[in-house]
């Protein structure tokens, strides 16, 4: 079974540029959350995807958008980076596959792709 | 709003020594879930054990436990004779039923000591 894989790794950018992070979920998945972990803090909700749509967001701008391919990859696109962008992003993968039992829904994250905007 | 709240930031403890990590939650809704995440320095969140907010008895999974404490709202993880492997950040995490979303505390950092 492939677990949650993100890419790239580290990525350097920019104030105002933009940049689009990629995530492909755990086999068998067909849910796929963001989200922005700064640095000292927990995890932040940024959205999550569900079968090709959006299913839910946090308290994140416009400027923060999301894609889910029919593979259930997923991709965060942040336009106008901003120095307060600079974080570590994760995505967390889950199934929604059935009611029986919670761990089908239990998120299972990724490496996680880390940013530095200067 | 959910919202879970961790008070230590840091602890040291020796190896194979039980460890109890703290977590305190509030939400309005009847039916949660929560959740212990480890978070080694290389940053992946690693799923440790859920605890339902039906379930009737305490979580277990291998070393780790979870002491549910509803009517306290507490979640606090138990570490069994803990290992050096076990130095990381630990986050507790709660959701809502029907909706996915995880809230996260500020976690804890582990050290143990040789």
């Known amino acids: 079974e492939t677990g949650v894989t993100q890419s790239p790794t580290h990525l350097i950018k920019t104030r105002g540029q933009q940049v689009t992070l990629r995530c492909s979920s755990q086999s068998g998945h067909n849910t796929v959350s963001w989200y922005q972990q700064a640095l000292g803090q927990g995890p932040q909700f940024i959205f999550q995807?569900?079968?090709?749509?959006?299913?839910g967001r946090g308290n994140f701008p416009p400027r923060f958008s999301g894609l889910q391919f029919p593979n259930y990859s997923s991709e965060l696109n942040v336009n106008a980076l901003e120095l307060d962008d600079s974080a570590l992003y994760l995505c967390?993968?889950?199934?929604?596959?059935?009611?029986?039992?919670?761990?089908?829904?239990?998120?299972?994250f990724g490496p996680g792709t880390r940013l530095l905007v200067l | 709003a959910q919202k879970i709240t961790q008070t230590q930031p840091g602890m040291f403890m020796q190896e194979k020594e039980a460890v109890t990590l703290d977590c305190t939650y509030d939400?309005?809704?009847?039916?949660?879930?929560l959740f212990w995440y480890k978070q080694p320095s290389s940053g992946e969140m690693i799923f440790l054990i859920y605890q339902g907010s039906y379930d009737q008895q305490n979580a277990t999974e291998g070393r780790y436990s979870l002491n549910f404490q509803k009517a306290r709202k507490s979640a606090n993880l138990v570490i069994s004779a803990s290992q050096l492997g076990d130095s990381a950040m630990y986050f507790c995490?709660?959701?809502?039923?029907?909706?996915?979303?995880?809230?996260f505390g500020t976690g804890t950092r582990l050290t143990i000591i040789p």
């Open positions: 967390a993968s889950s199934s929604s596959f059935g009611t029986s039992g919670i761990y089908g829904k239990t998120q299972y």
């Open positions: 995490a709660m959701e809502n039923f029907g909706n996915e979303k995880l809230t």
């Open positions: 939400t309005s809704d009847p039916s949660y879930g």
């Open positions: 995807y569900y079968r090709e749509e959006e299913n």
